[in-house]
Structure formats: C-alpha cells, structure tokens
C-alpha cells in the first residue's frame, strides 16, 4: 500500500473525530482499511514464510512447509 493511501486514511480519521463524514466518506473509509489489512497481513505472511525452525533434533523445517502440512 502507497503512503498516499495511508495518509488518506489518517486524514479520514482525523476528519470522523472532527467534523463527521458523509456515507461516501465512510465507504471509502472501510475500503481503505480493508485494503491496509489486507496488506499487512500479506507481509506478515511473507514474512513467516522465510522463516526456519531448529527443531530439538537438530533438523531444520522450514515454517512455509509447516503451515501447509498443518
């Protein structure tokens, strides 16, 4: 997600502590949101999929693989 949309949900807010938002702002709002989730989770993922785990044997599994099999 691109900083102007993470400045567009700030200004959002800020305008929903103030003054209100109309219905269109409100949808925007949610659609913002959603996407800025969707994005985070995205990198957590990505993230946790580089991960190796030292298993008490000494063998290593790598996370990716784990969370298929599970």
């Given at each position: 997600m691109?900083?102007?949309?993470?400045?567009?949900?700030?200004?959002?807010?800020h305008k929903s502590k103030g003054v209100g938002l109309t219905a269109s702002e409100k949808a925007e709002q949610t659609a913002l949101r959603k996407e800025y989730i969707a994005a985070?989770?995205?990198?957590?993922?990505?993230?946790?999929?580089?991960?190796?785990?030292?298993?008490?044997?000494?063998?290593i599994t790598d996370l990716k693989k784990k969370q298929k099999s599970c």
């Open positions: 691109d900083q102007k949309k993470i400045d567009r949900i700030n200004e959002l807010y985070i989770r995205g990198d957590l993922t990505d993230s946790l999929n580089h991960i190796s785990i030292k298993n008490p044997d000494g063998s």
